[in-house]
C-alpha cells in the first residue's frame, strides 16, 4: 500500500523531479530552464520565433518564471499539472535576488557550450550576458506579488521583459499598466467559455470573466498580444469566434501557435492533437478573412501565424551593440 506523503514532502519530491527535467529552482518559488531555440541558437541551427518576429535573440534570453503556482490545469501543457496550487504559499522572495538568480542560474547551466565545438565563438561570449527575460517557463506569474518591481529592475538592467499571463489575474494585470513588461502576452485557450473551460481547465468558476476584464485593459500596453495555443479535438475549432473577440479587444498582435506534443502534455493528449503548420496557417487565415487583421509572418518550424492590422518598422526590435 502506498505511503500518503505530506504537502512538504510532495513539494520537495516535485522540486526533485523538476531538477532532473532541466529546471534550476531559484529561492523560494522561482525556476530557469534553458529553452531548446537557445541551445540552437548558440551552435547556429536555428532560433526562437520571437527572433523571427520581434528580433529577440534567443542566444540571449532567460526562459524563467517568478512561480510555480498557478490557476490553471491546461489540458496541452507540458508541464506537470498533478500539484497545482491556486493560491500563493509560503514566503514571497526579493525581486532583485529572483532576477540575479535566475540569470546566475541560467549562465551555469549553459557552461558546456563553452567545449562544444559546434557553438559560435561570439554567441558564447554573448550568452554570458543575457539580454531578454521570457517570463512564460511555468505556473502564472502574475500571481507573485511582487512582479512590478521585478520588471522594473529587470529593465533598469537594460533587458527586455516578455510576459505571459492566462488573464485571470486582472488586478495585477492593471497595476503592470505603470510598470510595463516590454511586451505583455494574454493567452486565450477558447473562442467561448465552454471551449475555454475545456481546454484551459481552470480551478476558479469566474475565470473566462476575469480574462476578459484583463482583455479590456490590454490596450494600455505599449505592446501587447493575445496567444492563441491551438490543440486539435479542443480549441482548434470557430475561428470566426476568435476573430470576433480579437475585433472587441484589438490587440497589437495576434499569435497562433500549434499545441507542441512534449513534456507532460504526452501523457494526457495524443499527437494526433498537434495541428500541422499548413493547419495553423489555414486557421489563421480564416481568423484574418473574418476581422480586420491580417497575417504578417510565420515561422514554419514553430507552427506559429502572426496576424496584426497593420505591420510596422519597429515590429523587430533593435539590439544591434548592446
Not at 518576429?53 to 508541464?79: A, L
Not at 543575457?130 to 512564460?136: E, K, Q, V
Not at 529592475?153 to 505571459?164: H, R, S
Not at 471551449?195 to 476584464?213: F, G, R
Request: charged share 25%.
Amino acid at each position: 500500500m502506498p505511503i500518503a506523503l505530506n504537502v512538504v514532502e510532495q513539494k520537495d519530491l516535485k522540486n526533485k523531479q523538476r531538477y532532473s527535467e532541466g529546471y534550476r529552482l531559484v529561492g523560494n518559488h522561482s525556476a530557469v530552464k534553458i529553452c531548446e531555440y537557445c541551445k540552437k541558437a548558440i551552435t547556429g541551427k536555428d532560433v526562437c520565433y520571437k527572433n523571427t518576429f520581434y528580433g529577440i535573440e534567443s542566444w540571449r534570453c532567460v526562459q524563467m518564471s517568478p512561480t510555480f503556482f498557478c490557476d490553471h490545469r491546461c489540458v496541452f501543457c507540458w508541464r506537470d499539472i498533478e500539484y497545482v496550487w491556486p493560491k500563493w504559499q509560503g514566503p514571497v522572495d526579493d525581486p532583485k535576488d529572483i532576477v540575479e538568480g535566475c540569470i546566475k542560474a541560467h549562465i551555469e547551466l549553459l557552461q558546456g557550450f563553452k567545449g562544444n565545438s559546434e557553438a559560435i565563438a561570439e554567441k558564447v561570449k554573448e550568452m554570458g550576458k543575457p539580454l531578454h527575460f521570457a517570463i512564460s517557463l511555468t505556473g502564472e506569474p502574475t500571481m507573485y506579488p511582487k512582479l512590478p518591481e521585478m520588471i522594473d529592475f529587470i529593465k533598469e538592467k537594460g533587458m527586455t521583459a516578455f510576459l505571459v499571463t492566462n488573464g485571470t489575474i486582472p488586478f495585477m494585470v492593471e497595476k503592470l499598466i505603470a510598470h510595463q513588461p516590454t511586451q505583455l502576452y494574454i493567452s486565450v485557450y477558447g473562442p467561448n467559455k465552454e471551449i475555454y473551460q475545456k481546454t484551459a481547465n481552470p480551478i476558479s468558476k469566474d475565470a473566462w470573466e476575469k480574462l476578459h476584464k484583463s482583455l479590456s485593459i490590454m490596450h494600455k500596453f505599449k505592446r501587447n498580444v493575445v496567444r492563441l495555443t491551438l490543440v486539435k479535438n479542443y480549441n482548434f475549432v470557430d475561428p470566426e469566434g476568435y476573430a470576433r473577440l480579437i475585433e472587441k479587444y484589438k490587440p497589437m498582435f495576434v499569435e497562433c501557435k500549434g499545441f507542441s506534443f512534449i513534456g507532460h502534455a504526452q501523457e494526457r493528449l495524443q499527437v494526433h492533437n498537434m495541428p500541422y503548420n499548413d493547419e495553423v496557417l489555414e486557421f489563421a487565415k480564416k481568423i484574418q478573412q473574418n476581422s480586420s487583421y491580417k497575417l504578417i509572418d510565420s515561422k514554419k518550424e514553430s507552427r506559429v501565424a502572426l496576424l496584426a492590422r497593420d505591420d510596422f518598422k519597429d515590429r523587430k526590435m533593435n539590439f544591434e551593440g548592446l
